[in-house]
T-cell receptor, first 109, second 114 residues
Framework: KNEVEQSPQNLTAQEGEFITINCSYSVGISALHWLQQHPGGGIVSLFMLSSGKKKHGRLIATINIQEKHSSLHITASHPRDSAVYICAVRWSSARQLTFGSGTQLTVLP | KAGVTQTPRYLIKTRGQQVTLSCSPISGHRSVSWYQQTPGQGLQFLFEYFSETQRNKGNFPGRFSGRQFSNSRSEMNVSTLELGDSALYLC?????????????FGQGTRLTVV
């Protein structure tokens, strides 16, 4: 079965801390997405990766295709980063996205 | 450039009724996918439309259906609503159908079935 595993499920950090969220998947993919969901529901696409590393502001996403693993890093975390972060993959053999269970991040001031 | 627009944002329906949700993709995007999000099951794929044709369907009963119009706007319909259909329904639009195309999500429609 094609699976996407995210860890941790919940993460509480102090403002300014460096944060890492991990995502592992089971078989080959054509792309991996990192998404952010705030209370209220709307989802924002943060990154789409098929190899290497991408950076946007304080956010960095990396992917290791051989190890089938991706990480999302947040540097100098801020309370406004509090949200659910979701990893989603598009398998090589399918068109639709398959989602991880999400990581609830809370950054305390 | 306007983002993905979903209407309505909130809906309350009674068991047995039917409901229609709407999704207007980003201008120029021809692929629209629908997802259901529940606390128990997380985000699950419902179906994908491209050029007015359903291209892919998730593991949901036939009560869930959809369509896409020539302007790429999409609707999904759920008939004979059940309490378990209460969820956040999200749509996402993409420019192409290729695997490494970015998906842009709407704000979702929160459906409550009572």
């Amino acid at each position: 079965k094609n699976e996407v595993e995210q860890s941790p499920q919940n993460l509480t950090a102090q403002e300014g801390e460096f944060i890492t969220i991990n995502c592992s998947y089971s078989v080959g993919i054509s792309a991996l997405h990192w998404l952010q969901q705030h209370p209220g529901g709307g989802i924002v696409s943060l990154f789409m990766l098929s190899s290497g590393k991408k950076k946007h502001g304080r956010l960095i996403a990396t992917i290791n295709i051989q190890e089938k693993h991706s990480s999302l890093h947040i540097t100098a975390s801020h309370p406004r980063d509090s949200a659910v972060y979701i990893c989603a993959v598009r398998w090589s053999s399918a068109r639709q996205l398959t989602f991880g269970s999400g990581t609830q991040l809370t950054v305390l001031p | 450039k306007a983002g993905v627009t979903q209407t309505p944002r909130y809906l309350i329906k009674t068991r047995g009724q039917q409901v229609t949700l709407s999704c207007s993709p980003i201008s120029g995007h021809r692929s629209v996918s629908w997802y259901q999000q529940t606390p128990g099951q997380g985000l699950q794929f419902l179906f994908e439309y491209f050029s007015e044709t359903q291209r892919n369907k998730g593991n949901f009963p036939g009560r869930f259906s959809g369509r896409q119009f020539s302007n790429s706007r999409s609707e999904m319909n759920v008939s004979t609503l059940e309490l378990g259909d209460s969820a956040l329904y999200l749509c996402a639009s993409s420019l192409f159908r290729t695997g490494n195309t970015e998906a842009f999500f709407g704000q979702g429609t929160r459906l409550t079935v009572v």
